[in-house]
């Protein structure tokens, strides 16, 4: 089967000021698990921390980690259409306009406006990633014959510098695509490998027991670096993946030959593919406006007795509380609390994403909608609790919580453009962020942030 890769690198460059790059993909504690939605509940145990492993897929050079220190120069990610690609329809970028009216009873309402856009043209075409590289012959053929998604290339937009950082050009997407958010990736897949206790999935696959020549079919939504589909396609030789997401800057330039990533809009329409497994993780911020249609299309296009996999960090600080956590010995009638600081940025994160017509925290709802509205079975809600900085007793609740301060120090890429959208000046954005990264590392203060892993599998009978 014939593969492609669009690269998508320039040589332009533009120079990226130093920032405390300063992120935060909430906070985490020490190892506690819930389960609800599920009559067989299971927690988390304790284990040893297995030996550091890196994912074997080269990150590109262009966005290859460098020092944060002084000002650095850094190749601008920016797009090249294939030059084969011909025949295609040339469509307008659409900016979408979100109106956000409040209602007698508190709640609100969002509204979209979609406007065309004048400027931003772009041709439909499929971007294919493979272990043979991107080649420039034939890559409509090829598109047509391997892709899963058909879809128009997001890649083809030029990228946004701003905030010492650079941008997808869609404007959909907050974070940034350059070494700072690859290296917020990499920590965050660390983290859940242990609340997963080494593992890739929270989901029992079959994955061990599977015959050589039985096909199992995975996608994974929004792969942005790529790390777990290139780690779950290593371990598991046997099964195909698809990996898909917007942007094209963070993947991998060698990915094993049973992985293929495709540039494509999971809020597009999907093609009539059905998958064993498919995993969804950290689309919060990834241009994800209706959850429920993202799960109705996800449920569908599973497999009878196929399984799904939903993986959020819940974007809220928590109070600790010292009966039930593994807390240090504390001086009398002292209680460990969430700062001002931190709820505050809690608080205005939340609100920036309610202007804009984001769910800031869909999980609370999720397992309830995959069992009640689409009659999934076997839904299972996992929580780990993960302590903001390393506190406590327990090692692999404090190796958590080392891993959170560091994601800290990468709060920035969640934080900088969607503040700046919604009218923030920069100065007071990082002026917050600083006060942020002063109280979580004060050792009165203790708190925790939870990862929840949802899991639901679709009935043998239902087609």
């Known amino acids: ?23 935060m993909m909430p906070k985490s504690v020490a190892c506690k698990s819930e389960q609800t939605h599920d009559l067989s509940a299971q927690k988390a145990h304790i284990y ?76 439909d075409a499929i ?59 990499e920590l965050q897949h660390m983290l859940y490998k242990l609340c997963l206790d080494g593992g890739l999935t929270a989901a029992k696959l079959p994955l061990d027991d599977l015959p050589p020549n039985e096909p199992f079919h995975i996608l994974d939504i929004g792969s942005g670096s790529g790390l777990w589909a290139v780690e779950m396609a290593q371990t598991y030789p046997n099964v195909e993946i698809v990996g898909t997401d917007l942007s094209s800057a963070l993947l991998p330039s060698s990915v094993p030959p049973n992985l293929t990533f495709e540039i494509a809009d999971a809020a597009d329409s999907w093609p009539p593919s059905r998958y064993d497994f498919i995993h969804m993780r950290n689309l919060v911020g990834g241009g994800i406006r209706d959850w429920d249609q993202l799960l109705r299309d996800a449920y569908a296009h599973l497999k009878p ?30 209680k460990p609390e969430i700062g001002a600081a931190c709820l505050e940025y809690e608080m205005t ?33 996992r929580v780990d609790w993960l302590p903001v900085k390393s506190w406590g007793n327990d090692p692999v609740a404090r190796r958590k919580g080392e891993i959170v301060m560091e994601m800290i120090g990468y709060l920035e890429n969640w934080t900088l453009m969607l503040f700046g959208v919604c009218g923030w000046e920069e100065a007071d954005t990082r002026a917050l962020l600083e006060r942020v990264k002063k109280e979580v590392r004060d050792p009165l203060l203790r708190s925790y942030t939870k990862v929840t892993f949802i899991t639901a599998r679709k009935p043998l009978d239902e087609d």
């Open 1 to 23: 089967m014939l593969q492609k890769r669009f690269d998508g690198v320039t040589g332009e460059k533009c120079t990226l000021a130093a920032a405390t790059h300063l992120n």
């Open 349 to 381: 994160y939340a609100e920036m994403c309610a202007r804009i017509g984001l769910d800031v925290d869909p999980v609370p709802r999720i397992a309830d909608f995959l069992s009640s509205t689409l009659g999934a079975e076997s839904v299972r809600e």
């Open 127 to 185: 971007y294919c990633y493979g272990p043979e590289g991107y080649d420039d012959d034939d890559a409509d053929e090829t598109a047509s014959e391997t892709s899963t998604f058909s879809t128009v290339s997001h890649d083809s937009l030029p990228p946004i510098c701003a905030y010492g950082h650079t941008y997808h050009g869609s404007r959909r997407l907050f974070s940034p695509n350059d070494a700072s958010e690859a290296r917020r990736q």
């Open 305 to 334: 007795g196929g399984q799904l996999e939903f993986t959020e960090v819940r974007p809220r600080f928590f109070d600790v509380d010292p009966e039930q956590a593994d807390l240090p010995d504390l001086a009398a009638g002292e």
């Open 48 to 123: 040893e921390e297995p030996p550091a492993k890196r994912f074997a897929g080269d990150l590109p050079a262009s966005i290859a980690m460098t020092p944060s220190s002084g000002t650095q120069e850094m190749p601008l990610v920016t797009a090249r259409k294939p030059n084969s690609l011909t025949g295609q329809t040339t469509i307008r970028d659409g900016v979408t306009q979100i109106v956000v009216t409040a209602l007698p009873n508190g709640k609100s309402e969002t509204v979209y406006d979609t406007v065309l856009s004048d400027t931003a043209h772009r041709d």
